[in-house]
């Protein structure tokens, strides 16, 4: 091509076109740093209309920061011509590194780690922008595809960019399918229509303009999701993924099915939170004919759940202090030692005879209970360390809206083990409970989700993992050991103060920053304890490595009431999840955040998810 330049950019080459124009990689005259270029035709720019509207609603997009979206760096108007300057994202032979080429160049599909990995990011990007707003209303993608997401590879797993936010809101459905419909007509690209027509959910093919939502992104997710497994489109009764890839073992079936629901009001609202918990269930339970909705999947989970408050920590009556701990207090906190309890144990219990309702005679041997042999086994204690009582501020303004408000907390001093329960101390508490079952029968871990394993009737931890943090657990088997020994889960507040590692303001427990070198996050396992350098309170894998399960129910807007009521907090007395902290080895780097919240239903199984026990002090 001719060479050509806009404004301060060089045209180097052609990477291929789109519905809004034609996107070149351009080198920037002063910088000499290259950058993906998009012009768009003439049929936008000399559209007085549409450029009125480009104007006032594509500033919005360039403040969007997300390690998974593809950075606009720069929107101008040179001679008439208006382009958008992005991140350049090329392979080696400098052609757009798309989804669609990163596919192609594979002669396999896809191991369910690196689609997982894949996924997580794109839905990570799509849950951050449905948080925000432009004039008034949701951002919604609108236009996700193969050809507006982007992958590099490198030595881990594959890094996801996702383009082109907000962009399809401008232009309107029907305009670009007509522009796909038209390269269709003559042969450009004969696939392009097709996929573009297969992304759209029925509520965009329809035309419904008033229920085109976050939803429709969803729609677009599970297209996403079904086609990375399948390589197919899912098109009326669809196959099911544990038809075509049978040796994945998560639960693809019921994630794909809920997104792709016809009616958007059945779909996740969230994704990051759909994968974590749909993923997580019971394979064998969903089709594409017959799926529940989000809300009644929600409303069982809720039924089914009853109000227990035995392993809520004793109110401590004390600070009358407004500011942290007096340094003649400090000295104090330094002689106070954990208040162990007594070790208990619950394990399910069995009527002794159910025949004998019945009241009569009969004519068939008499029942008699199986008595299982119960071990007694020591439990493996964790060193803890002293967190001191005083006023601390928790929440966050660079997080989500659940973190709001930042307000002051009261607590009081108390113990946090120095690292997460490990698959050792655990496969103990399995040996004296006898099961995988609580005195009210509730699942205390999945054995096929964690490192723990029974072989024969008895129970072993696979070769290297014996330090390794235990996954699997639910948040009844995390109660449950903190009974055995004597301690009890972390709540909340003292979850994430504890984190901060006594600093002022910490975005990290390693302050305003943090790297591979100091937590296990975006990686492809997890390593054993005490692998990383420890916060300022000597605690380890406070962030990263596993999910930590604390007491407290969640609520969306616990918060606001939180900062009414600062001493102690202990969360709402009821609810439908239990809270997570930490991150994990999965995470982006966003939700190593101190102040980040999770949730999941408290029986809820995943391969992230552990714990680490506490203690008041006396």
Known sequence: MEEKSLGDYLLLKELGSGSFGVVFLAEHRFLKKKYALKLLSDEFSQNSAFIARFEKEIGALA????????????????????????????????????????????????????????????????DYVHELTILGEKLVHRGLKLNNIFVQEGEGAPQVRVADFGL??????????????????????????????????????????????????????????????????????????????????????????????SDYRRRPERLTEAMNTLLSEESGHASSLDVLSWEEVEKKVENAMQMSFEFLPKEEKNPKTENLVPESEKNEERSLKP????????????????????????????????????????????????????????????????????????????????????????????????????????????LRDSRIRKIGGQLCIESGYLKHPVVGVTWY???????????????EAEWEIASMGNLEDALYPTGLKIDHTQANFFSSDTTAVMSYPPNGYGLYDMVGNVYEWCLDWYAYNYYETASQEPENPKGPPQGVYRVLRGGCWKSLKEDLRCAHRHRNNPGAFNSTYGFRCSADVS
């Open 63 to 126: 403040f969007l920061d997300h390690p998974a979206i593809l950075k606009l760096h720069n929107i101008s108007c040179d001679k008439g011509q208006y382009f958008l300057v992005s991140d350049a994202l090329i392979d080696h032979n400098e052609k757009s590194a798309t989804l669609e080429r990163f596919l192609s160049k594979k002669n396999r599909l896809l191991g369910e780690k690196e689609i997982e990995m894949i996924l997580k990011q794109v839905a990570s990007s799509l």
């Open 168 to 261: 399809a809101r401008l232009l309107g459905e029907k305009r670009l399918l007509a522009k796909s419909y038209e390269a269709f007509l003559e042969g450009q690209d004969k696939g392009l229509f097709l996929a573009d027509l297969a992304f759209l959910s029925p509520e965009q093919k329809s035309g419904e303009e008033k229920n085109i939502t976050v939803k429709s992104d969803v729609y677009a997710f599970g297209v996403l999701a079904y086609y990375l497994i399948t390589r197919r489109w899912p098109e009326g009764y669809f196959e099911l993924p544990s038809n075509i890839a049978p040796e994945y073992r998560l639960n693809w079936n019921r994630l794909i099915c809920q997104c792709l629901s």
């Open 339 to 446: 208040l162990i309890g007594p070790s208990q144990i619950e394990r399910p219990l069995y009527e002794p005879d159910p025949g004998a309702i019945f009241q009569k005679e009969l004519n068939v041997s008499h029942y008699e209970p199986v008595k299982t042999e119960f071990r007694e086994v020591e439990p493996l204690l964790t060193e803890m360390v002293i967190i001191p009582g005083g006023a601390y501020k928790r929440g966050s303004l660079n997080g989500s809206r659940d973190e709001l408000p930042v307000h002051t907390i009261k607590i009081s001093s108390f113990a946090l083990d120095i690292h997460p329960v490990t698959n050792e101390q655990f496969q103990r508490f399995l040996e004296a409970l006898g099961g995988e079952k609580d005195a009210n029968n509730n699942d205390v871990i999945r």
């Open 477 to 491: 088997g995390a109660a449950a050991f903190a009974k055995w020994v004597g301690k009890r889960l972390p709540t």
